[in-house]
C-alpha cells in the first residue's frame, strides 16, 4: 500500500514519527523540509525497528483507515492479516507498506490460478523475475531461432476472450483466416504442446509481428 504525503498528510507523519529514530539522522532532517529535497532518497526502515513497532503501527493505520470510502481502505484490508511479512520504505513524499515476497503462493486468487502468464522486457538467467513474483520456477518462452539474427524485441498479442472458442472454431477459424491474410505475422497455437505457424515464415522474410493464443 502506497501512503501518499499530500493525500494523507496525517497518515504519513504519524508513520514516519513512529520510525524516524530509527532512521539515519540526515535522512530525518530532510524529511521535515517543507519541500522535496534535491535528492530524494528511499530508505527502508530496519527490520527490528519495523518488527518491534508493528502493533502501534496497525493502531495508527486502523484509525486513520476507518472508512471504505478511502482509496487505502481496501490495501490496508489485503495488508493488514500480513504486516509482518512485510517492509516499510519511507521517502519525503510517499511510504511504501509491501510484502517482502510476492503472496503469489498464499494469496488464494494467485495461488489457485490455474495458469500465470508473466510478461517483462528484461527476462534473464539471475533470478529477478522469480523473485519478484515469489515464484521458485517459472518457465520461459524460448526464442525462435528466426529472431537470432534480429536486433529489434519480439511484440505480443494476447486475445483473452479466444480462451473459451479455441476447442471450437468459430473465433479460432477467424482468427487464422486473418492471418493467413497478413503476409508480416506469425501465429502461435500453443494446443496440446502444438505450435501451428499460420503465416509469414513461407513468405521466406521473417514475420513482423507475433500472436500468442493460449488457453
Not at 186 to 193: D, F, I, M, S, V
Request: include cysteine; charged fraction near 25%; charge should be neutral.
Amino acid at each position: 500500500m502506497e501512503i501518499d504525503r499530500e493525500e494523507e498528510e496525517d497518515l504519513f507523519n504519524d508513520i514516519f514519527e513512529l520510525f524516524a529514530k530509527d532512521l539515519p539522522d540526515d535522512f530525518a532532517v530532510d524529511m521535515v523540509q517543507e519541500k522535496r529535497p534535491i535528492k530524494n532518497a528511499v530508505e527502508k526502515v530496519p527490520s527490528g525497528a519495523f518488527y518491534r513497532n508493528i502493533s502501534e503501527l496497525r493502531k495508527i493505520l486502523d484509525t486513520r483507515i476507518p472508512s471504505p470510502d478511502s482509496d487505502l481502505f481496501f490495501p490496508w484490508t489485503v495488508v493488514r492479516k500480513g504486516l509482518h511479512a512485510c517492509h516499510a520504505y519511507i521517502s519525503w513524499d510517499q511510504i511504501l507498506i509491501r510484502p517482502y515476497i510476492a503472496p503469489t503462493l498464499t494469496h488464494p486468487p494467485f495461488a489457485n490460478a490455474n495458469q500465470r502468464l508473466y510478461m517483462s522486457a528484461t527476462l534473464g538467467s539471475g533470478g529477478e523475475l522469480e523473485r519478484i513474483t515469489g515464484v521458485e520456477k517459472i518457465g520461459r518462452i524460448p526464442t525462435p531461432k528466426i529472431y537470432l539474427s534480429h536486433g529489434i524485441g519480439r511484440r505480443l498479442f494476447l486475445f483473452p476472450d479466444f480462451a473459451s472458442v479455441l476447442g471450437g472454431t468459430t473465433g479460432s477459424r477467424r482468427s487464422s483466416e486473418r492471418a493467413h491474410q497478413d503476409s508480416n505475422c506469425a501465429g502461435r497455437w500453443p494446443l496440446h504442446k502444438e505450435r501451428h505457424r499460420l503465416c509469414g515464415s513461407h513468405h521466406g522474410k521473417s514475420p513482423a509481428h507475433e500472436l500468442l493464443y493460449t488457453n
